[in-house]
Nanobody, 127 residues
Framework: VQPVESGGGLVQAGGSLRLSCSAS?????????LAWYRQAPGKQREMVAT?????????TYSDSVKGRFTISKDNVKNAMYLQMNSLKPEDTAKYYC???????????????????WGQGTQVTVSA
């Protein structure tokens, strides 16, 4: 159920990184990567970029990354990406993928929806 992030690392200011989030789905469990968040030491987790719905659509970015970061999806691969350009030291944080999960009970056809978070991938930007 948990999405898996990758692509973090150490980069100099002005550099670029591309984060990936992958998720596995089954007939009764649909996991859709939906948004990127980040959390720096001593700070609250904050939204970085998000899609409006599970299939893509309108994107929203935090003011601090607008124009530098781009969120994208590959629905065939059930993957989501975050292209980060012009990185700054203040972008240093652990980046998390949030996925929306829909579970289907095959006996009753009832569904249950909830969010699932990955373990995160560390991004460190040096000055």
């Amino acid at each position: 159920v948990q999405p898996v992030e990758s692509g973090g690392g150490l980069v100099q200011a002005g550099g670029s990184l591309r984060l990936s989030c992958s998720a596995s789905s089954t007939n009764t469990l649909r996991v859709n990567p939906l948004a990127w968040y980040r959390q720096a030491p001593g700070k609250q987790r904050e939204m970085v970029a998000t899609f409006q719905n599970n299939y893509g659509g309108t994107t929203t970015y935090s003011d601090s990354v607008k124009g530098r970061f781009t969120i994208s999806k590959d629905n065939v691969k059930n993957a989501m990406y975050l292209q980060m350009n012009s990185l700054k030291p203040e972008d240093t944080a652990k980046y998390y993928c949030k996925a929306s999960v829909v579970e289907v009970d095959i006996r009753t056809a009832r569904t249950r929806e909830y969010d699932s978070w990955g373990q995160g991938t560390q991004v460190t930007v040096s000055a």
